[in-house]
């Protein structure tokens, strides 16, 4: 009798390639992105329209409609400049919910639901960059020195998108209900919320506290302090290794998408 050939092992999964520069791999919070993952895959894009105008929807929105109503909060409160508790507790609670709102209503009336932390980041990062320059324009109209108005555009685009970028993320999770998983997802989604205000938080108590001290070197130590840690930490719950140039492409997941196949199995004895 001749022996049958043992079939050959099937092809691995088929994992799509990571196009453009995308820096050292990081994998610091893998049970997250994992979660994460798992959210993407039970969701399905349902647009009447362009995702990238729901982007334009939310700069507008950030820079009207948010920074509108933060100011008309914040004074009634009485915030003034120079009053660090107000500065570093009471603004970040008012901007980063009003943001928020601009990003629920493009995802409520223009997307009907988030696909993935991508798109939700950056959804949420394009309404921080409307109300931050919403907020040079105040600043410029109230007053302010040449030197700070300078300062201001030189970390604006690091500033308000980095925070409402998690405020995006935030409300992904929060929108994208399971329900055996909603006591998870409510934590989950409260985590992103919570690490916007606390970027938020730091970055203006670096500000104030030490502004009158060493002048823009705050700009600095608030780059070193504040950016890098939580973009490091935003880009790693994001998948650890994009590019902007290919922001919106899927990639792996380190957890779901293993990139080390396992062995073949052996074949039967004779």
Known sequence: MT????????????IPAMRGFHGPETRFFLGIRARLATLEQNLQLSMGRS???????ALFLGATLSIVLSLIVQLAYGLQ?????????????????????????VVL???????????????????????????????????????????????EPFMH?????????GIFVLLAKKSSDEG????????????????????????????????????????????LPFATILRDLLGGHFNFQNFFEPLPDPRTHPRISMP??????P
């Open 3 to 14: 022996e049958q050939s043992y079939p050959p092992p099937p092809p691995p999964e088929d």
């Open 51 to 57: 995702p990238r105008k729901g982007l334009i929807v």
């Open 81 to 105: 400049a120079g009053d660090w508790v107000p500065l570093v507790i009471v603004a970040p609670l008012t901007e980063e919910p009003f943001k928020a709102l601009s990003v629920l209503i």
């Open 109 to 155: 009336l223009m997307w009907k639901t988030i696909p993935n932390r991508r798109w939700a980041a950056a959804v949420g990062a394009s309404a921080g960059l409307g109300f931050a320059i919403a907020e040079t324009v105040v600043y410029a109209v109230g007053g302010a020195s040449t030197d700070a108005l300078l300062a201001r555009l030189m970390v």
């Open 161 to 169: 998108p980095l925070w409402s970028a998690f405020v995006g993320m």
């Open 184 to 227: 998870v997802l409510l934590g989950l989604g409260v985590l992103f919320l919570f690490l916007g205000l606390i970027a938020h938080m730091t970055w203006n108590a670096l500000s104030v506290g030490l502004a009158p001290s060493i002048g823009v070197g705050v700009l600095l130590m608030n780059l070193i302090i504040v950016f």
């Open 264 to 269: 073949p199995p052996s074949p039967p004895p």
